[in-house]
């Protein structure tokens, strides 16, 4: 036996969220949208031209990229595409974190973050955030590599005001700033505007929270035309057609309906705000968050059998075992209001069983 297992790169994957196959679940564990996509989406889907997929598709997605500049007022040249937001940070990765200084990272944030960090070889230090679970700009004005966070932050939802994002963009010219914008849909501002002023920021959003299409896998990111340009670079040096013609066609179709999807993130909104108060008085405690769930805790269960119960019952949630100061936390996401309903009824009797 040869020792060929010493030639492999060995890595720990990323372990996403369950998708159960049951029928009849309440499933508010990855924070998809409860809504289905945009009717013109659903409407495209059924009329789509089959024979199209003889060929293979625009490898620029030109469509795509077209109205993604235009919704948000860019030029084509600053809009990347790809197979969901973590397809198009992968490659923001390999692209803009090249360097031997460490990347900087919260300890409390994207699980996703430090095992492309450790796939691709990037080193990288994790920043504590504070006590509050609040990411302290301040702490990023160390030498690095780069930086990437989530705004708002994943699992906690805390929402950075757009000044102190603007502080640590400001503060590290000589690298690329990733802000991770996978919920900033859901009340946060992005940090667009500050894209006429620093070169070093690139923006990753997705199709998969606000948009209803998960399952469709868009992602994109927004930044300079040079840098868009290096990571297109890049991207072509790996896999030139990532976008399906499927996607390139709904996900057009996504962004023309605005009215859809404004209506969509305030139904969310709205639950969200109402779903607090319904925490609140159950004695569960959590961060403001601003994005389509919540991170709470509470003082006399243990989440992870909560977790278990919960799950028991049909109702599906995130716990994550690590950091250990997170340990006793749920990540909920916001269902309909149905759905939440139906969680809180569980809740209320689990407190009578307690
Ligand atoms: N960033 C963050 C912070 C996320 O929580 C997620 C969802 N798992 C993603 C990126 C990736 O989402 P997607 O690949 O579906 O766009």
């Known amino acids: 036996m040869g020792n060929w297992e010493d030639n492999i790169r060995k890595v720990t ?41 003889r060929r293979y598709p625009d490898p620029s997605a030109a469509l795509l990229v ?52 450790k796939l691709l070889r990037i080193p990288y230090e994790v920043i504590p955030l504070d006590k509050d679970f609040r990411l302290v700009s301040s702490d990023y004005k160390r030498e690095n590599g780069g930086i990437v966070f989530p705004n708002p932050n994943a699992p906690t939802g805390e929402l950075k005001p757009l000044d102190e994002v603007e502080e640590i963009i400001k503060s590290n010219r000589d690298v690329i700033v990733i802000v991770d914008e996978a919920y900033i849909d859901f009340g946060g501002e992005s940090a ?14 997705t199709f998969s929270k606000s948009r209803s299409m998960a399952g469709m896998r868009i992602g994109y990111l927004l930044g300079n035309e040079k840098l868009i ?44 705000e109402w779903a607090k108060k319904e925490f609140l008085n159950l004695g569960f405690s ?3 968050s601003m994005s389509n769930f919540l991170f709470v805790t509470h003082p006399s269960y243990d989440a992870e059998e909560l977790f278990e119960d919960l799950r028991d019952a049909g109702i599906y949630v995130r716990h994550f075992k690590k950091p250990e100061r997170i340990k006793n936390y749920l990540r909920i996401t916001i269902g309909t209001r149905e759905e939440m309903e139906r969680l809180f009824d569980f809740l209320k009797q689990y407190k009578n069983k307690q």
């Open 13 to 53: 994957p990323y372990v996403p969220g369950e998708q159960p196959k049951k029928e009849n679940i309440i499933k508010l564990n990855t924070n998809e949208n409860p809504y289905p996509p945009a009717p013109g989406v659903v409407r495209a889907l059924k009329e789509m031209d089959t024979d199209l997929l």
């Open 66 to 117: 077209d109205a993604i500049a235009e919704n948000y007022g860019l030029k084509p040249g600053q809009v990347f595409v790809g197979v969901g937001s973590d397809d198009v940070l992968a490659m923001a990765f390999l692209t803009c974190f090249n360097s031997d200084k460490p990347i900087l990272f919260p300890d409390i944030t994207y699980s996703f973050y430090d095992v492309w960090a």
């Open 192 to 205: 667009l505007p500050l894209l006429k002023s620093y070169d070093n920021l690139l923006i990753a959003q």
């Open 229 to 272: 340009k290096f990571i297109n670079d890049c991207k072509y040096s790996f896999n030139s057609y990532t976008m399906n013609q499927t996607a390139i066609v709904m996900g057009v179709e996504a962004v023309k309906d605005r009215e859809y999807f404004l209506s969509c993130r305030e139904k969310i909104m709205d639950t969200r």
């Open 286 to 288: 959590f961060g403001d």
